[in-house]
């Protein structure tokens, strides 16, 4: 360990304190976003259901089992270490939410799914804030003080970091674990012993127990290994073999149900490898080579571009200097920098695992210019630490902000509500599913449903209003990008659709912008772009195709989905 600096140490908790409650702070604003009038239907983020249903699998079998009833009732895409947190807070926090008055979060609100969503939301939070001081403690005892302060500073202002602490997922759960793990890795590296490889091991287990992949923690762990002074075999089995006992704990009904796991891994496996073309379409085309994806929208957009620079010179910097703990640390970078940039899937948040890591070697990074005895390069290297970190900061008000405003679909539905008479005609692009739910918001019962099917002569029969979402723009897999784009670019051009409202945000503070319409969907799920048409009726004409229209939402449902739902 690198012994502090007298006049820094003295400052060492107070510094460490101020950045752990911006953290904090940054993670906990606007927590309940989405939720008002919220139901498992209208849910804000897409993956919030399975929290929902988990629980109430949990509180209605009185079992901690994922697959309480093989075949209908069974959830394997996640590994349990999430959940199982996520329900232990809930029931914690049950006696504080229970005191929400059943309308503080709408009339409509289903206050079960909004207890239990904001419980996930807590905990994603509280260990997306531990991460960063994870990411201290490893600074700190490697490259010293300064560098972990810094490294500390990077992790807190990592926007990417802060979104995924606002959502009831495993995203901030397995950031924590994977931090955990790398430094459990590098302790084991220069203290071996079987203890210290078996803490390893059984943090990497943990951590594939919250997501799969982490099972590449193993290469880090053997890079560990490989530069330790004491190279035994046993070590390394002692290492693996706690792996298995780590992922066990939280997941052993993978094992009492191993065919439904084994069913849930395969068809996992097979959208994002053979049948990803069928899953995602070309949806991932518009982001450039795969290659340089992580830097432009992962980093470039989830930090910053400043900060962004500042973490691959981190990098780079530490495959110069190559001691042990850069090696490590590079290990883990390059093994997952491949997986993410070879993955058919680019969701911005698969590359948050990155983050940490990268925050300790930008903070080293910045040290080692600080420490150089050019006057020249020390100042700055103080001036462009100064801005990276506070652009980052202005960035982050400004993407943080939009967990304050309402969701677009629930302002857009809203709105209408207000001014469409009870049962008006509402049409919409396409049939519900999981990420397309703008048909759910709204008050229940006061639209007809009908969906176009991305076909503009649907919209002659009875529709006075047409709701469009720029979601629908992305996820259309029964429908050609060919036909959606002459759909919009006919509600462009046509007369009978006249714009009477358009709901979408820009993160902004002090009347500076940070554009992300080009980004991910994922980066975008506070700020969906939402317009309201009027339809005007043109007549009849041959060419009309009959709407198709619903008396309720569960109707469509089952026409989308006659195999699970049958009408």
Request: hydrophobic share 50%; aromatic share 14%; glycine share 6%.
């Amino acid at each position: 360990m690198i012994a502090p600096r007298g006049d820094l140490a003295r400052w060492r908790l107070p510094l460490l304190l101020a950045v752990l409650v911006l953290a904090l702070g940054l993670r906990l604003y606007g927590i309940a976003w989405g939720l008002q009038d919220a139901t498992v239907s209208s849910r804000p983020h897409p993956d919030e259901w399975t929290v929902y249903w988990l629980f109430r699998w949990f509180d209605t079998y009185h079992s901690a089992s994922p697959c309480p009833v093989g075949g209908s009732q069974c959830f394997f895409d996640w590994g349990m270490v999430f959940p199982y947190l996520a329900y232990g807070l809930h029931l914690l926090t049950m006696p504080l939410f229970s005191l929400f008055a059943s309308s503080a979060f709408g009339a409509h609100a289903d206050m079960t799914f909004v207890r239990t969503v904001l419980a996930a939301r807590l905990l994603s939070a509280l260990v997306s804030t531990l991460t960063v001081y994870v990411v201290y403690r490893t600074a700190v005892r490697y490259f010293g003080l300064t560098s972990a302060l810094l490294a500390a500073g990077c992790a807190a202002l990592s926007c990417l970091l802060i979104q995924l602490g606002h959502f009831g997922t495993p995203d901030s759960t397995t950031g924590l674990l994977v931090s955990l793990a790398l430094l459990a890795a590098l302790h084991a590296m220069d203290r071996p012993s079987r203890r210290s490889f078996a803490l390893a091991g059984g943090l990497c287990g943990v951590a594939v127990g919250s997501e799969y992949h982490m099972a590449l923690l193993l290469v880090p762990i053997a890079a560990a290994w490989a530069l330790s002074q004491r190279k035994t075999a046993l070590y390394l089995a002692v290492a693996a073999v706690s792996a298995l006992l780590g992922y066990l704990i939280f997941n052993i009904y993978s094992v009492v149900d191993f065919n439904a796991w084994l069913a849930a891994m395969q068809h996992t496996l097979r959208i994002r490898t053979v049948d990803s073309s069928a899953q995602y379409g070309t949806r991932w085309s518009a982001y450039g080579p795969a290659w340089a994806y992580v830097i432009r929208y992962p980093l470039g957009y989830g930090v910053g571009f400043p900060l962004a620079i500042w973490m691959v010179a981190g990098a780079i910097w530490a495959g110069i200097r190559r001691e042990k703990a850069d090696v490590v640390l590079l290990c883990w970078i390059v093994a997952y920098f491949v997986l993410v940039s070879i993955s058919p899937a680019k969701f911005m948040r698969y590359s948050a695992p990155l983050l940490p890591a990268l925050a300790v070697l930008a903070g080293r990074f910045a040290s080692d210019m600080l420490a150089m005895p050019s006057r020249p390069i020390r100042l700055g290297a103080i001036a462009v630490a100064f801005a990276a970190l506070l652009y980052s900061l202005t960035y982050d008000l400004a993407y943080v902000g939009l967990f304050a405003k309402p969701d677009p679909r629930y302002v857009a539905t809203s709105w209408l509500a207000q001014r469409a008479p009870v049962n008006t005609a509402v049409a919409y692009e396409q049939l519900p599913n999981g990420l397309i739910n703008l048909p759910y918001f709204g008050p229940p019962h006061t639209f007809e449903p009908c969906f176009t099917q991305f076909d503009p002569r649907r919209l002659q029969g009875p529709e006075t209003y047409l709701l469009t979402d720029s979601y629908d723009l992305e996820e259309h897999p029964r429908f050609s990008d060919r036909q959606v784009a002459q759909f919009r670019s006919a509600l462009a051009s046509d007369r009978a659709f006249t714009l009477a409202l358009s709901v979408h945000y820009t993160p902004s503070i002090l009347g500076w912008q940070f554009p992300i319409d080009a980004s991910p969907h994922d980066w975008r799920y506070p700020t969906h772009d939402v317009a309201v048409y009027k339809v005007t009726s043109q007549g009849h004409s041959p060419n009309l195709k009959p709407p198709v229209c619903f008396s309720t939402l569960g109707a469509a449902h089952n026409a989308l989905y006659p195999a699970k739902r049958p009408a």
